[in-house]
Structure formats: structure tokens, C-alpha cells
């Protein structure tokens, strides 16, 4: 109990000489900030991430299946603002007939409540090439903790659909870059 008087006492005395002194503005501004990435367990057997950064998510898509091959990849976005997340697709042994998100979802309960219903997915076309790429975009993620906090992401699903070309082996690039609105 001794020691709470104490802290009363210095607290009393410190703001008595804080309001004598003149008033102090202290202006700081924070970076934006969208981080992208692929959860650390994540395996497909069609899939290698092939690099990670803090806004970027290379993939190698591969594989030999006669069939049309269907990927889900898991995404982790974290910002401290609005987001957009811009997805570009290249490969001359298969074309992309979809890509979509099929899923979302807070990890925890550092999301903001309003980034589920305020996405924004559209499916758009490379005039350069016809090819399409699809672009993500919504409101501020995270209401706070670190690039790497385990609850305060917003999971997508991302589904990619190819189509192989006959009979042989087939590769392609996804390359996925998140930047702030």
C-alpha cells in the first residue's frame, strides 16, 4: 500500500510541473504497411513458393496430370491501411482459365470486423496479352500487433485453374505483389 502512495505522489508532482512548463506537439506518422504471405505449413503438391518477401509471393506452379489441375493457396494479409493485391500469371506450357478466392476469414481477433464485407475481387484482362489477373482489394486489416502476429491476418483462399497443354510436363509463374491504397 506504501508503495501506491508513492506512486500517487510522483504522479501529482510531475503533472504539477508538466502544466507549468509550455505546451509540447509531438507529430509522428506511421508507414503503411501490407504484408503478403503464405502460412509457413503450407504444402501442395503442385506448388513451390519459391520466394516470400514482406509484400510479394512468388509461386511455381508445376506438374504432369492429363487433367486440368485446380490449386488452392492460402494467403495472409496484414496492413495498417486499405490494400490492393495485384496477381500476374505467365507460362507457355499451360493457360489460366480461373482465378478467384473462393474463401476468407480473420485469424484472430486483431482483424477489423469491417474487412470481410468491404472486399473487392475483380477478375480483369492483360490487354498486352488477354491473359487474365485478378486484383484484391480492401480496408485496413490489422487493428494492431506485428508482421508476424498470429491474429491479426485476414486468410484468403486463392483458386487457380489451369488448363495443360496435351500431353506433356507444364510450369507456370504466379507472382501475387500487395502495395497500400
Not at 485446380?70 to 507457355?92: D, G, M, Y
Not at 469491417?114 to 484484391?136: H, I
Amino acid at each position: 500500500m506504501r508503495h501506491v502512495f508513492t506512486l500517487m505522489a510522483l504522479m501529482l508532482v510531475v503533472s504539477a510541473s508538466v502544466e507549468a512548463q509550455t505546451s509540447v506537439t509531438l507529430t509522428t506518422t506511421v508507414s503503411e504497411t501490407v504484408t503478403l504471405s503464405v502460412p509457413p505449413a503450407f504444402t501442395e503438391k503442385n506448388v513451390e513458393v519459391v520466394s516470400s518477401g514482406p509484400n510479394t509471393v512468388h509461386l511455381t506452379l508445376s506438374g504432369n496430370e492429363v487433367g486440368a489441375p485446380i490449386i488452392r493457396v492460402p494467403l495472409l494479409v496484414r496492413s495498417n491501411s486499405s490494400f490492393k493485391i495485384s496477381a500476374s500469371f505467365e507460362s507457355t506450357t499451360a493457360e489460366l482459365s480461373q482465378l478467384f478466392v473462393s474463401d476468407s476469414h480473420a485469424t484472430g481477433r486483431l482483424v477489423s470486423p469491417q474487412v470481410l464485407n468491404a472486399l473487392n475481387v475483380r477478375q480483369e484482362t492483360d490487354p498486352d496479352v488477354s491473359r487474365p489477373w485478378l486484383v484484391l482489394s480492401g480496408p485496413r486489416v490489422s487493428l494492431s500487433g506485428t508482421l508476424n502476429s498470429p491474429n491479426n491476418a485476414l486468410q484468403v483462399t486463392l483458386v487457380i485453374a489451369l488448363k495443360p497443354q496435351p500431353a506433356r510436363d507444364w510450369m507456370a509463374q504466379l507472382t501475387l505483389v500487395a502495395t497500400p491504397e
